[in-house]
């Protein structure tokens, strides 16, 4: 036992010493991108008016900080509606992204991955906003700020500071979950937790939802981690991810009073996530 612990910290930490250089270049190209379109961005999604889903999907694929923590805000105060705060979350990719390209995944199948998130973004905010009709109301540009810097986003920070602060902060997640997966797998046997998730087109679907209901980065590197592994498949993968708002979900319970809302736009993205995942198992 003592010897299969010592393998699993090696493994783990010459993985994670493989990933560390494509972490961080990935995480600067990511934070240049957020510090130059991060404003222009926000001000798309609040005159999006009728147009919000189907614009808020595709701005949700882009990499950037607490992105669904300021679509959360701008909600509570009505200025965009339920089906633009969906397909944002929806299409939302959190750690997703970083984590494919630093394991040097094939470029085809992240596109693909983005595409699927962001059309199901886009038809599930169009039909939100076409059941409900949502409408607008003021709010307060300010709390945006004062809830990025709450959730540590390290939005204003400089591109470097930042990106080597994100890059230190996932691969702090990576290494601990990499070696609790890496016990798990070994005491359980891949094959077998594969077959019981993967193999299982409901089941697979319903259980990566629940993980990516949790509102945190890692839950997504969980997630991405298992795909990569083997252990999930695609359409698994997906409707965890589908799921997984980044701190979205949390913020949601500070700014939006409705309780009952709150509890009924969870229960629905979870929903989403997983009639998205069973339907996927049988597409691809």
Do not use: W
């Not at 808020?56 to 992105?67: D, E, K, S, T, V």
């Not at 003021?138 to 939005?155: F, G, W």
């Not at 997504?220 to 965890?240: F, K």
């Not at 799921?243 to 913020?251: I, K, R, S």
Request: charged residues 15%; aromatic residues 6%; negative net charge.
């Amino acid at each position: 036992m003592k010897e299969l612990f010592i393998d699993i910290i090696k493994d783990t930490l010459i993985d994670g010493a493989k990933i560390l250089p494509f972490l961080f270049i990935t995480y600067l190209l990511m934070e240049y991108i957020e510090h130059k379109t991060s404003t222009k961005t926000k001000k798309i999604i609040k005159k999006s008016g009728n147009f919000g889903p189907i614009i808020g999907g595709f701005l949700g694929a882009i990499p950037q900080c607490g992105f669904s923590v300021a679509a959360t805000n701008f909600y509570a105060g009505r200025i965009i509606t339920l089906g633009t705060l969906f397909s944002i979350y929806l299409s939302t990719s959190d750690e997703m992204l970083p984590i494919l390209i630093s394991r040097q995944q094939n470029i085809g199948l992240i596109l693909e991955i983005l595409a699927i998130k962001v059309a199901i973004g886009i038809l599930a905010g169009v039909i939100i906003d076409f059941v409900l009709r949502i409408t607008k109301k003021e709010n307060n540009d300010e709390s945006i700020k004062e809830i990025c810097e709450h959730e540590h986003c390290h939005c204003e920070d400089g591109i470097l500071k930042s990106a080597i602060k994100h890059t230190i902060s996932i691969l702090i997640y990576i290494l601990i979950i990499s070696f609790v997966l890496g016990i798990a797998i070994e005491l359980i046997g891949e094959d077998r937790i594969s077959e019981i998730i993967s193999s299982n087109i409901i089941l697979g679907p319903v259980i990566s939802s629940l993980i990516g209901l949790i509102p945190n980065c890692g839950s997504s590197v969980v997630l991405t981690e298992l795909y990569i592994d083997g252990v999930l498949n695609m359409s698994s993968m997906i409707a965890g991810l589908l799921v997984n708002a980044g701190l979205g979900l949390m913020v949601l319970f500070k700014v939006n009073k409705n309780l009952k809302e709150n509890i009924e736009i969870v229960g629905t993205l979870y929903l989403i996530g997983v009639i998205s995942g069973v339907v996927l198992g049988f597409i691809i």
